[in-house]
């Protein structure tokens, strides 16, 4: 099974430097969804923020139209209604934090949360001390839940904040189930890792695939680091890699640093395989990336917008009509999101005149409890920590499409 996923239009977004995007604000401001929904006495306030504009807005705008058309859908069944609102957070901390006051002096009951995981950690401490249901498509670190056991100690090194829950897979099951893909696979004899050491989202997959790479017996002969100073020359890295002797490199890190790594590794004439995670996602809108040098590249995701069951195919459509791209996993995971608080709602009980620390009470009992199917897996569940379990599915890159490998 195989379509061709086109690249991105987010040419106007994107900038090379994910931490620290610029480009023109007007363009990019053009591109941020608008908000939407009922306003009828029914409807519960859902307020969510990522990063409109800046580097990460391929990420934030993708999140906030998944969310908009899973509320739109929703808002037409009748019933219960949703009234849905993102602020902009341009993937900063301190921003966020003023984004979710500003959705707080709204009104809203419900957050989505961030959708990238530094902003996702500062936010998820606010909407715990408010007793604010939180359910984040897309910050995977596990500082964001806390109370999750750290890879490598086993221990519980951060309290947890039971009111918040992930749609994405947490960084330490990206990072084993990574090392155990390309183990099964037998996708490399000898391995190189670049990650970000400053980032925690690359810092936390690294950690738990280390930690699995080993358990496995993978043969990792190289591990190099950058940080967002130094994320321009990778030749120290690549160079490293290549002397080792690596005929795959894993990259747990965002698209903009890998679109760099691979242009800089085809200059100097080393062409390994290439291992990836759901930050890649994204790597085919890259401004002025040769996308053909992505050609081969393996990522783990959990969606597949070439699936052929019928709510994917409705979604795809849906999201390509309104904004003329095919949907990525942000796009799809926000729309389990919003899909999957409108069930707990419903089968709570819940009704738009109660108090949103009533309404977290209620949403945290039906997360815990229930299963739940959506686009990115099926039969969902959320234990204590507030991680969903779901599998990942394997992807290649093959003539500028995402293609299923498994």
């Known amino acids: 099974m195989k379509k061709r996923v086109f690249a991105l239009a987010m040419a106007a977004v994107m900038t090379v430097g994910l931490l620290s995007g610029c480009g023109d604000k007007k363009a990019q401001e053009s591109k941020a969804p608008e908000n939407g929904g009922s306003t009828a006495a029914n409807a519960i306030k859902v307020g969510g923020c990522g990063p409109l504009t800046g580097g990460a807005a391929i990420y934030g705008n993708a999140a906030a139209r998944g969310a908009q058309i899973a509320a739109d859908e929703i808002n037409a069944k009748g019933g219960l209604q949703i009234d849905l609102r993102y602020e902009d957070d341009a993937h900063d901390a301190e921003k966020s934090v003023n984004a979710y006051n500003t959705l707080k002096g709204w009104g809203m009951q419900v957050f989505l949360g961030s959708v990238t995981s530094t902003p996702g950690v500062a936010t998820s401490v606010e909407a715990n001390n408010d007793h604010m249901f939180y359910l984040t498509p897309s910050a995977s670190s596990t500082d964001v839940l806390g109370g999750v056991a750290n890879p490598l100690t086993g221990t519980v090194d951060i309290q947890r904040k039971d009111n918040v829950f992930q749609m994405c897979f947490v960084d330490p099951n990206q990072g084993s189930a990574s090392a155990q893909y390309i183990y099964d696979q037998n996708l490399g004899s000898s391995i190189a890792v670049i990650y970000k050491n400053d980032d925690v989202y690359s810092t936390g997959v690294y950690n738990s695939f280390d930690a699995k790479a080993k358990e ?123 899909y999957a608080i409108y069930n707990a709602l419903t089968e709570a009980g819940v009704t738009a005149d109660m108090s949103a620390s009533d309404i977290c009470d209620k949403l945290m009992a039906q997360f815990t409890a229930m299963t739940f199917d959506g686009l990115t897996g099926e039969g969902m569940t959320w234990d204590a920590s507030g991680a969903v379990t779901k599998s990942p599915k394997g992807m290649v890159i093959q003539d500028g499409a995402y293609v299923g490998m498994d």
């Open 216 to 338: 496995l017996g993978l043969n990792v002969v190289s591990v190099t680091t950058f940080t967002t100073d130094t994320q321009t020359d990778f030749s120290v890295q690549l160079g490293d890699a290549k002397n080792a002797g690596a005929d795959l490199v894993f990259l747990p890190m965002y698209y903009d640093a890998a679109a760099l790594i691979f242009t800089q590794a085809n200059a100097m004439g080393y062409a390994p395989k290439w291992f990836g995670i759901d930050g890649m996602d994204g790597i085919l809108g890259v401004q002025g990336f040769d996308t053909t040098l992505a050609e081969g590249v393996m990522l783990l995701t959990p969606f597949n917008a070439d699936a052929e069951d019928e709510a994917t195919k409705n979604f795809v459509k849906t999201y390509q009509d309104k904004y003329s791209e095919v949907p990525n996993q942000f796009a799809a995971d926000a729309y389990d999101c919003v």
